[in-house]
Nanobody, 125 residues
Framework: QVQLVESGGGLVQAGGSLRLSCAAS????????MGWFRQTPGKEREFVAR????????YYADSVKGRFTVSRDNAKNTVSLQMNSLLPEDTAVYYC??????????????????WGKGTLVTVST
């Protein structure tokens, strides 16, 4: 069992930056790939970024590539999402997720094994 808690959301102006963090419980964190997803009202949850279990490979949605960076610290059981050059369309609830399949690019929501409750990011114009 892995429990995930996101933090770091808030209100930021367009062009600004935020750093989201996800703290994980459990001794097996380092064996999971970790993903970030986001959801706005009335829309499906969508993939944002993913990092493999050892942090060596990252994947991004085209919409955030070059602006967002995902990283992890397995010693601290945390995964982070650095978001720069934020746009109003980045406004969403951001969720972190853990995937037992520790490598590869997996973007499907129903492939994730554990989810956090989300943190709200609001980007104003």
């Amino acid at each position: 069992q892995v429990q995930l808690v996101e933090s770091g959301g808030g209100l930021v102006q367009a062009g600004g930056s935020l750093r989201l963090s996800c703290a994980a419980s459990g001794r097996t964190f380092s064996s999971y790939a970790m993903g970030w997803f986001r959801q706005t009202p009335g829309k499906e949850r969508e993939f944002v970024a993913r990092i493999t279990f050892n942090g060596r490979t990252t994947y991004y949605a085209d919409s955030v590539k070059g602006r967002f960076t995902v990283s992890r610290d397995n010693a601290k059981n945390t995964v982070s999402l650095q978001m720069n050059s934020l746009l109003p369309e980045d406004t969403a609830v951001y969720y972190c997720a853990a995937d037992r399949v520790a490598t590869g690019r997996e973007t499907r929501i129903n492939a994730m094994d554990y989810w956090g409750k989300g943190t709200l990011v609001t980007v104003s114009t």
